[in-house]
């Protein structure tokens, strides 16, 4: 089994210390910073697979951090740590991308649990793939490319790409259109009608070459949602 890693963001010594000596009791792999330039290049940087997040930090706030990690890599978990229990502060951290928040005093017994319980939601964590076959080609996330029969690379944007990242996390399994807003955009998908998501699987077929009337790569899963097919 993979050992999950986490990073954590936090400024106070002390605070700092007793967590990342409870994550690793419990056998997490851990890396740490202690101010807010140093985590916002670990943030965007490392690999890991949850982010602990203090809002309140020298040199780069959390939000900032936030936003930033949000808009490079959807799909990584974050639990913001802080001691302001406002609501507005928790609704603004929510809807920059957070998945949970623990406000300040908080036992360590309740963020391993929360923790625990982010992780279980996260599919595959620890996964690092980047590149993969399809038929005919290679899509490689990590210089965001496709190439097909020999030919030159063909670009993915931003979004396409983690859209296909995310697919990949969840190989073989449905996905909810609800789930990829959420997650890949980092918008609530409550109340809204759009159809962002169907006109970026739309691209990504055209430039992956799959079919959109017979689809292999991407496929429609009726009623729930898209899928990338197991070892296309």
């Known amino acids: 089994m993979t050992q999950e890693r986490i990073l954590v963001i936090e400024d106070d010594d002390a605070v700092r210390t007793g967590v990342v000596d409870a994550l690793r009791s419990e056998g997490y792999a851990v890396q740490e910073a202690a101010d807010g330039l140093d985590g916002r290049d670990a943030a965007l940087g490392a690999a890991y697979d949850l982010l602990l997040l203090d809002l309140v930090l020298p040199g780069c706030d959390g939000f900032t951090i936030l936003q930033a990690l949000r808009a490079s890599r959807p799909d990584v978990p974050v639990i913001i740590l802080t001691a302001r229990g406002e609501e507005d502060e928790r609704v603004r951290g929510l809807r920059l991308g957070a998945d949970d928040y623990v406000v300040k005093p908080y036992s360590l017994r309740e963020l391993l649990a929360r923790v625990e319980a982010v992780l ?32 030159p690379p063909t670009a993915l944007s931003e979004k396409e790409s983690n859209l296909l990242r995310y697919l990949k996390r969840r190989e073989g399994q449905a996905v909810s259109r609800d789930e990829l807003l959420t997650r890949v955009w980092g918008i609530s998908a409550r109340g809204i009608e759009t ?16 079919d959109s009337a017979a689809p292999r790569i991407i496929l429609t899963i009726r009623g729930k949602g898209y899928a990338l097919a197991d070892s296309p």
């Open 195 to 210: 159809r962002t998501v169907d006109v970026h699987i739309g691209n990504l077929r055209e430039k992956l070459g799959d």
């Open 120 to 151: 279980r939601r996260v599919p595959d964590a620890g996964s690092t793939e980047t590149s993969f076959a399809i038929p005919g080609g290679q899509v490689d996330l990590a210089n965001s490319t496709v190439t097909r029969d020999g030919a």
